[in-house]
Structures are given as structure tokens and as C-alpha cells.
């Protein structure tokens, strides 16, 4: 047995969930996610838990069930507190502004890039323009947003100038040297 997959993912107060087959629904304050997994594992409601199992112990069926329990985890999690993402952007002239619900970042091209907020994600920035905040309910869009963000301008190693995640540590380069004569 899967030692994730057989955990119970227990549905907080103000979460409800709907289970129809082999898709599940997941309401929350934070929003709404659907999705639908593989009909090799099943996916029952008992109380206010939800418990995955499944019927094989073929190696793909092995590797669906830990991975389904943690997603729907995911899911309920998000819809109830959310996910966020922190990148800090460093280096001079480097900056982010909001523009409504979207983003404007000025990392040193000659024109500034606009970042659009898709669905169920909002961006905030502080601190001066240097740090940037990306919520939503679905980790997996969370993630790859701020991924995006990041990859626009990564942290080069002479400098550590560009946008990278707080706490990433950059490792750094020596620079040139003088010839000798």
C-alpha cells in the first residue's frame, strides 16, 4: 500500500465536496477546482473524509493512487487557505507594477513586459516594487505562473541580478581576471 495514499484527506468546515465517478469537485472560500482522475482508483466520501483506494498493485495503478490522494489534498487545501508563490527581483532599475489585476515587471529590456493574471490567480507587489506575490487556489497553476515570472529574467551568477524565489540562494561566479604580464 501506498503510505500517502491510504492517509485519510480530511475535508475542513466550510469545504464540500462532490464525487461523481471518477471526477471530483471541490467548493471552498477560495473558489471551485474539478477535476478528473483515472477510473483505476476510487475515490469515496465517508463522513467528512475522503478515502482513496484502489483494486491493483500494478506498478502504473501504484503510482496513480499516493498521486491522486495528494492532488485532491491539494485541492481541498487550496480551496480552503490557498497557495502562494514569493519571487524578489533584484538588481537596478529592476521593478513591478500593478496594472489593474495584471502586472507590468521592467527587468532591463527596452520595453516593460506585461504579465496577465489567468484565471483564479491574483498578483500583489510590494516593498518597493521588488517583490512579487502569486495567489490562487490551484497549486499547480500557482506554481507555473510564478515559473513563468522567473524564467522572463532568471538570476544570472556574476551579479544576482533577475527575479528569483524568496529564499533561493544563487550561487555565484567569480568574475574576469586581470592578465598577468
Given at each position: 500500500?501506498?503510505?500517502?495514499?491510504?492517509?485519510?484527506?480530511?475535508?475542513?468546515?466550510?469545504?464540500?465536496?462532490?464525487?461523481?465517478?471518477?471526477?471530483?469537485s471541490v467548493k471552498g472560500q477560495n473558489g471551485?477546482?474539478?477535476?478528473?482522475?483515472?477510473?483505476?482508483?476510487?475515490?469515496?466520501?465517508?463522513?467528512?473524509?475522503?478515502?482513496?483506494?484502489?483494486?491493483?498493485?500494478?506498478?502504473?495503478?501504484?503510482?496513480?493512487?499516493?498521486?491522486?490522494?495528494?492532488?485532491?489534498?491539494?485541492?481541498?487545501?487550496?480551496?480552503?487557505?490557498?497557495?502562494?508563490?514569493?519571487?524578489?527581483?533584484?538588481?537596478?532599475?529592476?521593478?513591478?507594477?500593478?496594472?489593474?489585476?495584471?502586472?507590468?515587471?521592467?527587468?532591463?529590456?527596452?520595453?516593460?513586459?506585461?504579465?496577465?493574471?489567468?484565471?483564479?490567480?491574483?498578483?500583489?507587489?510590494?516593498?518597493?516594487?521588488?517583490?512579487?506575490?502569486?495567489?490562487?487556489?490551484?497549486?499547480?497553476?500557482?506554481?507555473?505562473?510564478?515559473?513563468?515570472?522567473?524564467?522572463?529574467?532568471?538570476?544570472?551568477?556574476?551579479?544576482?541580478?533577475?527575479?528569483?524565489?524568496?529564499?533561493?540562494?544563487?550561487?555565484?561566479?567569480?568574475?574576469?581576471?586581470?592578465?598577468?604580464?
Amino acid at each position: 500500500m501506498s503510505r500517502i495514499g491510504k492517509l485519510p484527506i480530511e475535508i475542513p468546515a466550510g469545504v464540500n465536496i462532490e464525487i461523481k465517478g471518477s471526477d471530483v469537485s471541490v467548493k471552498g472560500q477560495n473558489g471551485e477546482l474539478k477535476r478528473s482522475f483515472s477510473p483505476l482508483i476510487k475515490i469515496e466520501k465517508q463522513e467528512n473524509q475522503v478515502v482513496v483506494t484502489r483494486d491493483s498493485d500494478e506498478k502504473h495503478v501504484r503510482a496513480l493512487h499516493g498521486t491522486t490522494r495528494a492532488v485532491i489534498q491539494n485541492m481541498v487545501t487550496g480551496v480552503h487557505t490557498g497557495f502562494q508563490k514569493v519571487l524578489e527581483i533584484q538588481g537596478v532599475g529592476y521593478k513591478a507594477e500593478m496594472n489593474g489585476k495584471d502586472m507590468v515587471i521592467n527587468v532591463g529590456f527596452s520595453h516593460p513586459v506585461d504579465v496577465i493574471a489567468p484565471e483564479g490567480i491574483e498578483f500583489d507587489v510590494t516593498e518597493k516594487n521588488r517583490i512579487i506575490t502569486v495567489k490562487g487556489a490551484n497549486k499547480e497553476v500557482v506554481g507555473q505562473v510564478a515559473a513563468d515570472i522567473r524564467k522572463l529574467r532568471p538570476p544570472e551568477p556574476y551579479k544576482g541580478k533577475g527575479i528569483r524565489y524568496q529564499g533561493e540562494r544563487v550561487r555565484r561566479k567569480a568574475g574576469k581576471t586581470a592578465a598577468a604580464i
